[in-house]
Structure formats: structure tokens, C-alpha cells
């Protein structure tokens, strides 16, 4: 903070103006909730250079679109527009802001105090933008610095708004939705580490209180402060995204995410945001001509960001691919690959994957063919935060097999849909379970009458695991283990998907756990844990095996990897 006469005068005219800030910029969150995302930058902008609170909101609306676009021009401009919020918050900082100093920390005033939580927000947002934008070793140090810096930041702003001495002025709800999204943020991610690293992590002074982080931020969002939205978009993704990766599949999780939605449903009817929540929900539950209407009513909602359309393509896309329309779930593939910058390597595999799905004789739109796409997927690879996404690795990887002069056809849209746990979706639907097993048969007789090649035994237990998983849904539990099994019966065979024996390891697991089997899911968990490495999507089979093994309450420290 710089000193002098002026440095006070405009502290202190911030000081009398800080509510009317959070007012204005409430009502650009308003308009930017109701799909006026023209409108409610134009809102900010006026005063992004002169109040801390119009810097970050304008900021965070950019950089959540170019996190969207992924364009290397949007997330530039949006780092320099966060860097340049950040200078912003600085001025009204305490020039010396050791928060952890009693003293220090009871004699700032109220500007200084939402000073640091906006300052620690975009320290945290640049962090973000410097992973996604560069990927030399120095960037990720930088990167690294910043969030530690916002943490700890956040950290004494807690303790010191829990005290008995802290200044609460009359926008203290913000600043306590601030700390509460920061310090909630924090706890819920670290939360999801597997536990060495973790104790790791809590040792650089980081905390990882997955409980303690979700109370926290549904009290944010659940509150009236700027934060709120924040809060609940995170818990949403938490809900109905993440815990799919990391193993779970949605039980109560999807009752907490309709009982957050429901006030902004009721505010926001609208709301492109919140269509597309609501549409996750329903296919969640496996309604899933509910979730495609809701998605489609997200994409007529507004026309101003495209980029909230890729998101429902997406979900569009495996709903189709669950109802076996593969011309319809193509037909989003092609808008995805044409329209969006995210993946096109994941986007172009898809849309040859259902075009495999179609009768030989039968057209392809726009003349494509399946094995033309699947041989240029390949070129479309490209890296995020230095490294390739393990999903486009592992599409890539699959696509190889199409070199060959006559591949085999394989059902790759079911095996993609695996990947993304798409068979918790269909459980509740017997008549979709029913269709992937009938697919499945099909394939299966089909490679029978095949000639053998390379990828032959490594093709039949691609089949042999999703079978399994049908049967699974079906309740035919022996028959389902027997597939299971005739997996690891070939695993000395297998030559390339050396993800099949971990993953049926889990499978097999989670079915014995359903039947009480306890320690025999414990030892197979184990065995998939320590025996496989260096796999395909690996990561997501770990964190799969850590969420079984905190299910049971096992020992999920034990030789505990780190490479994650």
C-alpha cells in the first residue's frame, strides 16, 4: 500500500462508498445470473479501477469465460485484468497486513479487512489461470507461491473474524461469505487427496477438512452475500461431477445439489446456470428425457456465451449415448469438435465412435467415416497445465488400434461411457441396462466371428468388464463376477489395455461389497492399489480404490502413493 495524504483519501472514500459497491455489484450478479452477461459487465466496468469489489467480480466473470472458451487471447486478458484487480485490492491493503499479529489484525479497519479476502481471491485466481496458461517448471513455482499466499491469507482473516475483538462493520456478511468460500474452498479440495499426500500438504500448513469445508461453504451459499453464487456453483460441481470421478456414485449427494438448487431455480428461472444443474440432477437420477429437455431449455435461454451451449452438448451428448441414439449423441459430438476448444482430440473419437455404432450399410452423415476420424485423433492432442488430459491420452491410445487394415468393431461409446461412470446413470433404468447388454451381445458374437489380431483378447475383455457391469445392474450378481473373472483369466494376454485388470479388481470389489463381502473387497482393493502402475486413467482408478477403501473404513494409508 503506497503512504501519503492521498493513499488515505482515497481509503477513506472507498470507506464510506463499500456498501454501495457491494449493492452494485450484487445487481451485476444479478443480471450476469439471469443471462445478461453483456449487461452486467457493463455494470462493473465503470468502477474496475477505482473499487476492489467491481476489480475482482468483473475479473472473475472474464476468467470464468475464458475458462469456458479456452482461448489463448481470453485467458491472457483475463490474467491481466485478475492481475490488474489484485493492484487494485492492493492500495487499500494495511501497508504492513501480518494479520497473525494481534495488534495489526484488531486495528484494521473495515475497507482494509474486505481488502485482504479480495486480494487472497485473486491471488487465487491468477494461480489458477497460471496453471491452465503456462507450463514451464518456474510458472508452476509461481503458481504454487500464490496459492499459499492466498491461503494463508484466508486462514488469519478466520481466525481473526471468529474473535471476539474483530470489527464488524455493516457489510460484514460479505467478508464473512469471502473467508467462508476461501477457507470452504480450500478444506473440500485438499479433502479429496489421497491421505499421504495430504498429510504432506497439512504439513506445508494447508488443511484438508472435507466436512469442515462443505459447512462452510453452505453457509455461504445459502446466505445473502457476493460469495453466495461462488459458493453454491462449487458445492454443485462437487456434487454432481466430482464425486462421479472420484468414485462415488451420487447417493445423497444428488438430494443435497436439488435442495441448493431449488432457491436459485426459484430466483432464476432462467438462469442457463442453473437449467444446466438442474438437467445433471435428472440424469443423475436416470430421468433422462428430463435432463434433455432441461439442457436443451439451458441452450435456448441465452445465445450471448456459447460456451454455456458446450456444456450441455456434453451432457446432451452421453444422455443420447445412454438411449443408444447414436446419430442424435453424433450429431452433439460434431457441434462439440466444431465449436469448442476443450478437446477436440476426446470430441473427434466420439463422433467416430458412434458413426462405428451404425449398421455398415448405413450413411454416414456428412460422408464421415469412423476410421478416417479414428486415425486423425492423434493430431488433435494438446496439453493443459504442461500435461496432456490422461482422457485424451487414453482416447488416443484406443484410436491406435485403427491403423490396422480391418479393425475389430468395438462398442467404444459403452466403454467411454465407463470411463465417465455412466453405468450409475442407467441403474435406474432396467430398460437401458437391458439395451447396453443387448449392444454388448452383439459385439461380442461379432468379435467371435472375427479373425483374430493383435488387440483380439484385449477387445473381448473390454466386453467381458462391461458385461460385467450390466449384469451387475441387472442384480445377476454370479454372472457378473463370472465376467469379472474372465478377465483376470487373461490378463497374462493382454497387450495393450492394461487398465482392465485394475478397474475389474474394482468392480469386483464394489460388487463384493454390496454383498457384505468385506474383506475380500478389502484385499482386492488392495491388490489394484499396489500390483498396477502406469496404466491408463490411472488417477481416476486411485481415487476410485481410496473412495471404496474410506467406504469401509480401511487402511487407505498404507503404502500410500504420492505420483498423484
Given at each position: 500500500?503506497?503512504?501519503?495524504?492521498?493513499?488515505?483519501?482515497?481509503?477513506?472514500?472507498?470507506?464510506?462508498?463499500?456498501?454501495?459497491?457491494?449493492?452494485?455489484?450484487?445487481?451485476?450478479?444479478?443480471?450476469?445470473?439471469?443471462?445478461?452477461?453483456?449487461?452486467?459487465?457493463?455494470?462493473?466496468?465503470?468502477?474496475?479501477?477505482?473499487?476492489?469489489?467491481?476489480?475482482?467480480?468483473?475479473?472473475?466473470?472474464?476468467?470464468?469465460?475464458?475458462?469456458?472458451?479456452?482461448?489463448?487471447?481470453?485467458?491472457?486478458?483475463?490474467?491481466?485484468?485478475?492481475?490488474?484487480?489484485?493492484?487494485?485490492?492492493?492500495?487499500?491493503?494495511?501497508?504492513?497486513?501480518?494479520?497473525?499479529?494481534?495488534?495489526?489484525?484488531?486495528?484494521?479497519?473495515?475497507?482494509?479487512?474486505?481488502?485482504?479476502?479480495?486480494?487472497?481471491?485473486?491471488?487465487?485466481?491468477?494461480?489458477?489461470?497460471?496453471?491452465?496458461?503456462?507450463?514451464?517448471?518456474?510458472?508452476?513455482?509461481?503458481?504454487?507461491?500464490?496459492?499459499?499466499?492466498?491461503?494463508?491469507?484466508?486462514?488469519?482473516?478466520?481466525?481473526?473474524?471468529?474473535?471476539?475483538?474483530?470489527?464488524?462493520?455493516?457489510?460484514?456478511?460479505?467478508?464473512?461469505?469471502g473467508v467462508s468460500f476461501g477457507?470452504?474452498?480450500?478444506?473440500?479440495?485438499?479433502?479429496?487427496?489421497?491421505?499421504?499426500?495430504?498429510?504432506?500438504?497439512?504439513?506445508?500448513?494447508?488443511?484438508?477438512?472435507?466436512?469442515?469445508?462443505?459447512?462452510?461453504?453452505?453457509?455461504?451459499?445459502?446466505?445473502?452475500?457476493?460469495?453466495?453464487?461462488?459458493?453454491?456453483?462449487?458445492?454443485?460441481?462437487?456434487?454432481?461431477?466430482?464425486?462421479?470421478?472420484?468414485?462415488?456414485?451420487?447417493?445423497?449427494?444428488?438430494?443435497?445439489?436439488?435442495?441448493?438448487?431449488?432457491?436459485?431455480?426459484?430466483?432464476?428461472?432462467?438462469?442457463?446456470?442453473?437449467?444446466?444443474?438442474?438437467?445433471?440432477?435428472?440424469?443423475?437420477?436416470?430421468?433422462?428425457?428430463?435432463?434433455?429437455?432441461?439442457?436443451?431449455?439451458?441452450?435456448?435461454?441465452q445465445q450471448a456465451w456459447k460456451q454455456f451451449?458446450?456444456?450441455?452438448?456434453?451432457?446432451?451428448?452421453?444422455?443420447?449415448?445412454?438411449?443408444?441414439?447414436?446419430?442424435?449423441?453424433?450429431?452433439?459430438?460434431?457441434?462439440?469438435?466444431?465449436?469448442?476448444?476443450?478437446?477436440?482430440?476426446?470430441?473427434?473419437?466420439?463422433?467416430?465412435?458412434?458413426?462405428?455404432?451404425?449398421?455398415?450399410?448405413?450413411?454416414?452423415?456428412?460422408?464421415?467415416?469412423?476410421?478416417?476420424?479414428?486415425?486423425?485423433?492423434?493430431?488433435?492432442?494438446?496439453?493443459?497445465?504442461?500435461?496432456?488430459?490422461?482422457?485424451?491420452?487414453?482416447?488416443?491410445?484406443?484410436?491406435?488400434?485403427?491403423?490396422?487394415?480391418?479393425?475389430?468393431?468395438?462398442?467404444?461409446?459403452?466403454?467411454?461411457?465407463?470411463?465417465?461412470?455412466?453405468?450409475?446413470?442407467?441403474?435406474?433404468?432396467?430398460?437401458?441396462?437391458?439395451?447396453?447388454?443387448?449392444?454388448?451381445?452383439?459385439?461380442?458374437?461379432?468379435?467371435?466371428?472375427?479373425?483374430?489380431?493383435?488387440?483380439?483378447?484385449?477387445?473381448?475383455?473390454?466386453?467381458?468388464?462391461?458385461?460385467?457391469?450390466?449384469?451387475?445392474?441387472?442384480?445377476?450378481?454370479?454372472?457378473?463376477?463370472?465376467?469379472?473373472?474372465?478377465?483376470?483369466?487373461?490378463?497374462?494376454?493382454?497387450?495393450?489395455?492394461?487398465?482392465?485388470?485394475?478397474?475389474?479388481?474394482?468392480?469386483?470389489?464394489?460388487?463384493?461389497?454390496?454383498?457384505?463381502?468385506?474383506?475380500?473387497?478389502?484385499?482386492?482393493?488392495?491388490?489394484?492399489?499396489?500390483?498396477?502402475?502406469?496404466?491408463?486413467?490411472?488417477?481416476?482408478?486411485?481415487?476410485?480404490?481410496?473412495?471404496?477403501?474410506?467406504?469401509?473404513?480401511?487402511?487407505?494409508?498404507?503404502?500410500?502413493?504420492?505420483?498423484?
Open positions: 500500500m503506497s503512504n501519503g495524504k492521498d493513499a488515505n483519501a482515497a481509503q477513506n472514500s472507498s470507506q464510506m462508498t463499500l456498501k454501495e459497491c457491494l449493492d452494485e455489484c450484487m445487481e451485476a450478479l444479478d443480471l450476469f445470473l439471469n443471462n445478461h452477461f453483456s449487461e452486467s459487465l457493463e455494470r462493473l466496468r465503470p468502477r474496475v479501477n477505482e473499487s476492489m469489489y467491481h476489480a475482482l467480480i468483473y475479473a472473475t466473470v472474464l476468467e470464468m469465460q475464458a475458462m469456458m472458451t479456452f482461448q489463448h487471447d481470453d485467458i491472457t486478458n483475463a490474467g491481466i485484468t485478475m492481475k490488474s484487480a489484485q493492484e487494485v485490492c492492493q492500495r487499500f491493503r494495511r501497508k504492513s497486513s501480518a494479520l497473525a499479529n494481534k495488534s495489526v489484525g484488531d486495528s484494521l479497519n473495515e475497507v482494509q479487512l474486505h481488502a485482504e479476502v479480495c486480494y487472497a481471491e485473486c491471488q487465487l485466481q491468477r494461480a489458477a489461470l497460471t496453471f491452465l496458461q503456462d507450463e514451464n517448471m518456474v510458472s508452476f513455482i509461481k503458481g504454487g507461491i500464490k496459492v499459499r499466499n492466498s491461503y494463508l491469507i484466508y486462514k488469519e482473516l478466520h481466525a481473526l473474524i471468529k474473535s471476539h475483538n474483530c470489527l464488524k462493520g455493516a457489510s460484514h456478511v460479505h467478508l464473512e461469505g477457507i470452504g474452498a480450500f478444506n473440500l479440495t485438499l479433502s479429496l487427496f489421497p491421505p499421504r499426500i495430504l498429510k504432506v500438504l497439512e504439513f506445508a500448513g494447508f488443511s484438508g477438512d472435507k466436512d469442515y469445508g462443505l459447512s462452510l461453504l453452505h453457509d455461504g451459499a445459502t446466505g445473502v452475500n457476493l460469495r453466495s453464487m461462488l459458493s453454491a456453483m462449487l458445492l454443485l460441481c462437487y456434487y454432481t461431477f466430482l464425486t462421479f470421478i472420484l468414485g462415488r456414485t451420487g447417493e445423497g449427494e444428488v438430494e443435497e445439489a436439488e435442495r441448493l438448487l431449488k432457491p436459485f431455480r426459484l430466483r432464476y428461472p432462467r438462469g442457463a446456470i442453473f437449467l444446466f444443474f438442474a438437467g445433471r440432477t435428472e440424469e443423475i437420477k436416470g430421468n433422462i428425457d428430463e435432463a434433455v429437455a432441461l439442457f436443451e431449455d439451458g441452450c435456448k435461454a451451449h458446450h456444456m450441455c452438448y456434453w451432457e446432451l451428448m452421453w444422455c443420447f449415448t445412454y438411449k443408444r441414439a447414436w446419430k442424435m449423441a453424433y450429431f452433439y459430438a460434431d457441434l462439440l469438435s466444431q465449436e469448442s476448444r476443450w478437446s477436440k482430440a476426446m470430441y473427434v473419437y466420439m463422433k467416430a465412435a458412434y458413426l462405428s455404432m451404425l449398421p455398415d450399410d448405413e450413411d454416414r452423415p456428412f460422408g464421415e467415416n469412423e476410421v478416417q476420424l479414428f486415425r486423425q485423433v492423434p493430431t488433435f492432442k494438446q496439453k493443459i497445465a504442461g500435461k496432456s488430459p490422461p482422457t485424451e491420452k487414453f482416447a488416443i491410445r484406443k484410436a491406435r488400434r485403427y491403423k490396422a487394415a480391418c479393425p475389430h468393431k468395438l462398442p467404444v461409446p459403452v466403454l467411454m461411457m465407463y470411463m465417465w461412470n455412466g453405468f450409475s446413470m442407467i441403474s435406474k433404468r432396467p430398460e437401458l441396462t437391458e439395451g447396453m447388454l443387448h449392444t454388448l451381445v452383439e459385439a461380442e458374437s461379432t468379435l467371435v466371428e472375427s479373425l483374430e489380431n493383435e488387440f483380439s483378447v484385449d477387445d473381448r475383455c473390454v466386453i467381458h468388464l462391461l458385461k460385467g457391469l450390466c449384469l451387475k445392474n441387472q442384480g445377476l450378481l454370479q454372472a457378473a463376477e463370472e465376467s469379472f473373472r474372465k478377465v483376470f483369466s487373461s490378463e497374462k494376454k493382454i497387450r495393450y489395455d492394461h487398465y482392465l485388470v485394475p478397474n475389474t479388481l474394482v468392480e469386483l470389489s464394489l460388487l463384493y461389497i454390496d454383498q457384505g463381502r468385506r474383506e475380500e473387497a478389502i484385499r482386492l482393493l488392495h491388490k489394484a492399489k499396489h500390483n498396477y502402475k502406469e496404466y491408463s486413467m490411472e488417477s481416476r482408478t486411485q481415487f476410485r480404490i481410496h473412495a471404496a477403501l474410506a467406504k469401509l473404513k480401511a487402511n487407505t494409508s498404507e503404502e500410500e502413493d504420492t505420483h498423484l
